[in-house]
């Protein structure tokens, strides 16, 4: 298994233009999330999904947009960027059933270090 | 939403020394995870304990939920232990939705 991956893993934007952070998990997760984690700080929740369809926001999550059309895939766009989107975007993954037990632990990717100018 | 405080914020250790890393949340959880982060920047999950105690290796984390604390001990500590590591709650289970600390920086010096 890849577990979580992420694309690109840098990305330096011009202010007001947008794009697309990728990410995809392999191991039948049903729940994805997105954070962000900025200098000194801990992670904070952008935008979840709870499965296929289904997508939620969380702590911070004005000037992203999210989709879930697949099981393994929960893009994260940014339509216009800012300068205070700059910061390490880190998706994860969780909630599994394996042999009768569910698993809750949150498995992330490595990281895209955005940076907007 | 629940508050989560970590401490130290930061903590200096020799190689072979012990440490406990703390954190404190402010409301009953069904869901706690502590995360180490590399040098690196990667997020390594060490341990899902809601409640109870678990160990692996060296590690180790006792978490009592009706007092909403969990500590995470490190023992005979080494310099590949250096990094950040985080607590993070959630009232549920899934852990699709997180609330981290701000973490503990650990330096481990030769």
């Known amino acids: 298994n890849a577990g979580v991956t992420q694309t690109p893993k840098f990305q330096v934007l011009k202010t007001g233009q947008s794009m697309t952070l990728q990410c995809a998990q392999d191991?039948?997760?049903?729940?994805m999330s997105w954070y962000r984690q900025d200098p000194g700080m801990g992670l904070r929740l952008i935008h979840y999904?709870?499965?296929?369809?289904?997508?939620d926001q969380g702590e911070v999550p004005n000037g992203y947009n999210v989709s879930r059309s697949t099981t393994e895939d929960f893009p994260l766009r940014l339509l216009s960027a800012a300068p205070s989107q700059t910061s390490v975007y880190f998706c994860?993954?969780?909630?599994?059933?394996?042999?009768?037990?569910?698993?809750?632990?949150?498995?992330f990717g490595p990281g895209t270090r955005l940076t907007v100018t | 939403g629940i508050q989560v405080e970590q401490s130290p914020p930061d903590l200096i250790l020799q190689e072979g020394a012990n440490s406990t890393l703390r954190c404190n949340f402010s409301?009953?959880?069904?869901?706690l995870q502590w995360f180490h982060q590399n040098p690196w920047g990667q997020l390594i999950n060490l341990f899902y304990?809601?409640?109870g105690t678990k160990q692996n290796g060296r590690l180790s984390a006792t978490t009592v939920a009706t007092e909403r604390y969990s500590l995470l001990y490190i023992s005979s500590s080494q310099t590949t232990d250096s990094g950040v590591y985080f607590c993070?709650?959630?009232?549920?289970?899934?852990?699709?939705?997180?609330?981290f600390g701000e973490g503990t920086q650990l330096t481990v010096n030769p």
């Open positions: 993070a709650v959630e009232k549920e289970t899934s852990g699709s939705r997180l609330t």
């Open positions: 304990i809601p409640s």
């Open positions: 191991m039948n997760h049903e729940y």
């Open positions: 409301d009953s959880v069904n869901n």
């Open positions: 994860a993954s969780s909630f599994s059933l394996n042999r009768g037990a569910y698993s809750n632990e949150q498995y």
């Open positions: 999904s709870v499965g296929a369809g289904i997508t």
